[in-house]
T-cell receptor, first 110, second 111 residues
């Protein structure tokens, strides 16, 4: 089993829609989780960090479910500019390493 | 503010040639530094990480090596490139709480 698993998608959604991605993780001891956004042929950019139950930033909400070992990302009122690959990641207990999922591709359609 | 630089941006090298990729960080001290590789259509693979000058941890045995000669400089090297070394090489830094910030990357093609 991979340490961090994501549905690769693509998720094709119309502008204005709400879309949610899930990411499962295997390291139950992890205390930190992250969502990154990666545009085509660019570096990943940190979108949101999650250290407790969740985090919210504008149209983006991340929620952590420790019992089921998954983290979700909800995007409301999708914009064309939200089209990208979204990477989920979990931090190691030693605060030195982060394990990334392979990403979920989102395409927002006009 | 912190910035991270990588060069070159793109590189085309023949099989068997050497490699040297450089990464430098500005605006922070004693960062953790990381080298990742992302093959086409695949996830980020951690290659090396460093918590200080001269301290290198290898995650994947292969023909690559890393060095950290200065606090904010991280170098990825190879003596002889393989076709399978092609990919997008990303350097990242972190200081607290695992949050990693990536450089612009080097796209390497080995022919």
């Amino acid at each position: 089993r991979k340490e961090v698993e994501q549905d690769p998608g693509p998720f094709n959604v119309p502008e204005g829609a709400t879309v949610a991605f899930n990411c499962t993780y295997s390291n139950s001891a992890s205390q930190s989780f992250f969502w990154y956004r990666q545009d085509c042929r660019k570096e990943p950019k940190l979108l949101m960090s999650v250290y407790s139950s969740g985090n919210e930033d504008g149209r983006f909400t991340a929620q952590l479910n420790r019992a089921s070992q998954y983290i979700s990302l909800l995007i409301r009122d999708s914009k064309l500019s939200d089209s990208a690959t979204y990477l989920c990641a979990q931090g190691s207990g030693g605060y030195q390493k982060v394990t990334f999922g392979t990403g979920t591709k989102l395409q927002v359609i006009p | 503010s912190q910035t991270i630089h990588q060069w070159p941006a793109t590189l085309v090298q023949p099989v068997g040639s050497p490699l040297s990729l450089e990464c430098t960080v500005e605006g922070t001290s004693n960062p953790n530094l990381y080298w990742y590789r992302q093959a086409a259509g695949r996830g980020l693979q951690l290659l090396f990480y460093s918590v200080g000058i001269g301290q290198i941890s290898s995650e994947v045995p292969q023909n690559l090596s890393a060095s950290r000669p200065q606090d904010r400089q991280f170098i990825l090297s190879s003596k002889k490139l393989l076709l399978s070394d092609s990919g997008f090489y990303l350097c990242a830094w972190s200081v607290l709480a695992n949050e990693q910030f990536f450089g612009p990357g080097t796209r390497l093609t080995v022919l």
